[in-house]
Each structure stands twice: as structure tokens, then as C-alpha cells.
């Protein structure tokens, strides 16, 4: 069985950082793309970053851009995502996802086939 589970989130001030986990078991990720999303209320669920098998290759919505990195530590299992110079509106339900085919990179929702249950992050003003 497959699970996904994130954690670090919470209510912070705008300004503040975060770092997200996310613990990967039931199965050895290290040769999937991985990534963050997020959805905040009344809004789809949106890509954050994406990170390639080996953490060669990233990429980040360019709202997060320059604020946000994300990386992975494949020996134990595990995506991260630091989150620095929040702002309000990246307050959401934060979401890792591992891709649904091995070797593969990417940015859009439907490449992904396995998700966690998600962690709040909210920030406040």
C-alpha cells in the first residue's frame, strides 16, 4: 500500500518560512518525479514544483519563484519543500505527489498518480 503523508504546515505570519516533509512508504520512490500542489478554497488544485528522480531538474510556478525549493532525499524516501518569504496567497492545503510513471518529469496534474492527504498551510497578514 502506497502512502504519501505531509507535515510542517501551519499558521504563520506573511514574511515567515515554512518547510514541508512529505514520507514516502509502501514502495521506493526514488526513480519517480515527484511534486508539490496545492489548492487553496474554491480554487483547483494548482502545481507548486517539480522535482526530477535524481533532484537534477526542477521547476516552479512562477508565483513561488525564487521563494519556494524544493529537493529530495531519496535515501529516506522524502520531499521537501521549503517555503520562504510567504505571502497570504499561498495560503492552501499543500499536496506532495509522486508521478504515475518511473523516469518521468512533470508539471501537470494528470502525470501524477499518487497523492498525500495534504497539510494547511495558512498565512496571515
Known amino acids: 500500500q502506497v502512502q504519501l503523508v505531509e507535515s510542517g504546515g501551519g499558521l504563520v505570519q506573511a514574511g515567515d518560512s515554512l518547510r514541508l516533509s512529505c514520507s514516502a512508504s509502501?514502495?521506493?520512490?526514488?526513480?519517480?518525479?515527484m511534486g508539490w500542489f496545492r489548492q487553496a478554497p474554491g480554487k483547483e488544485r494548482e502545481f507548486v514544483a517539480a522535482?526530477?528522480?535524481?533532484?537534477?531538474?526542477?521547476s516552479y510556478a512562477d508565483s513561488v519563484k525564487g521563494r519556494f525549493t524544493i529537493d529530495r532525499d531519496n535515501a529516506k524516501n522524502t520531499l521537501y519543500l521549503q517555503m520562504n518569504s510567504l505571502k497570504t496567497e499561498d495560503t492552501a492545503v499543500y499536496f506532495c505527489?509522486?508521478?504515475?510513471?518511473?523516469?518521468?518529469?512533470?508539471?501537470?496534474?494528470?502525470?501524477?498518480?499518487?497523492w498525500g492527504q495534504g497539510t494547511q498551510v495558512t498565512v496571515s497578514s
Open positions: 505527489a509522486v508521478t504515475r510513471n518511473q523516469y518521468a518529469f512533470s508539471v501537470r496534474r494528470e502525470n501524477y498518480g499518487y
Open positions: 509502501g514502495r521506493t520512490f526514488r526513480t519517480y518525479g
Open positions: 522535482i526530477s528522480l535524481n533532484g537534477g531538474t526542477t
